[in-house]
């Protein structure tokens, strides 16, 4: 820092104002410093900076299921917002949930001396596996349902399948089923529970249930047991790439979409909009998600306990799956 500050012509703490985007700094003076940063091939010494500051300016991320649409996607909102709050990002992927894994993970995180950590929750063993565990850093669980053990930030997945399932019957639809994400989900347990309470408020049943993995080879085979066993003219599936199997089900029994079944699917995954049809689906804003989370976590860094859970709200995008029911 004295080597730029000298080829500059200014002060060390006019350098620090630079490197911390500090206003009081006039264009001309700013131009000269990054200039000198430049030649010189100048790094801040993070080490240093860190005995100075007492913060490594590292987040731990705490994560399974990665290989998931939605865990995949969070997981790139929170690295994203790290790097734009300048932190690091450090990521314990858990190939299983057990609380042997989980306190390594934690353990881990200790000694890099994290500022903070974010849980990516995708069912509840792994609230489970934190019920006994000690933090001295502040910790933000991501997940819907994560309740008050931990600050949460979370995509509101109770109204991503009310509104679904509101669309639906907004057309007409009076039987409506739902494909279903597996049980130890928190965000499938979520999704059947918005689309129960549409159902219940619009005085309709909610009899037809089936269960899938996530993946397009189970909701192929729920969409051919819906079309063998059920008499519908709706399915809600929980996560797009469920819908891919269900759309492929459907049409090879000779039943067209819409006309004679409409199909909801969730996430609105890139390739949403060229499915054939394209996608009728719950958007998710996984990068607005990933703010909130380092929102949360900083609030508390700065001492700010912040205001309870963060909120994420999805919205419904309606494509060429939806219609009124011909009959």
Known sequence: MG??????????????????????????TKQRVESAIAQLGYRRNTAAR?????????????ACETGQFGPANTLLGVEQAGREAGYFVSIANLREVTDESVNDAIAHFRNQSVDGIVILVPH?????????????????AVGAGAGNQL???SLDQRLGARLAVD?????????????????????AAERINGWQESLAKAGLGADVLLQGGWDAASGYRAGLDLIEQHSVT????????????????????????PGDISVVGYDDQPEAEFFMPPLTTIKQDFEELGRRCME????????????GDQIVTPRLVIRATTAAPLN
């Not at 860190?50 to 705490?62: A, E, H, K, M, N």
């Not at 669309?167 to 965000?187: N, Q, T, V």
């Not at 089900?249 to 979409?257: D, H, K, P, T, Y």
């Not at 976590?297 to 306990?305: A, S």
């Open 167 to 187: 669309h639906l019957i907004g057309l007409g639809h009076r039987r409506i089923a739902h494909i279903s994400g597996p049980p130890h989900w928190i965000d």
């Open 234 to 257: 709706a399915v809600f599936v929980a996560n797009d790439q469920m819908a891919v199997g269900v759309l492929r089900a459907v049409q090879e029994a000779g039943f067209r979409i």
């Open 151 to 153: 600050t949460g930030a």
């Open 50 to 62: 860190s005995l100075v500051t007492r913060r490594s300016r590292t987040i731990g991320v705490l």
């Open 296 to 307: 949360a976590v900083l609030q508390q860094l700065d001492g700010d306990g912040g205001t």
């Open 3 to 28: 080597d730029v500050a000298k080829m500059a012509g200014v002060s060390h703490q006019t350098v620090s104002r630079v490197l911390n985007n500090h206003p009081n700094v006039s264009v001309r």
């Open 124 to 140: 509840p063993d792994v609230l489970a596996a934190l019920h006994d565990v000690s933090f001295s850093v502040p910790i933000v």
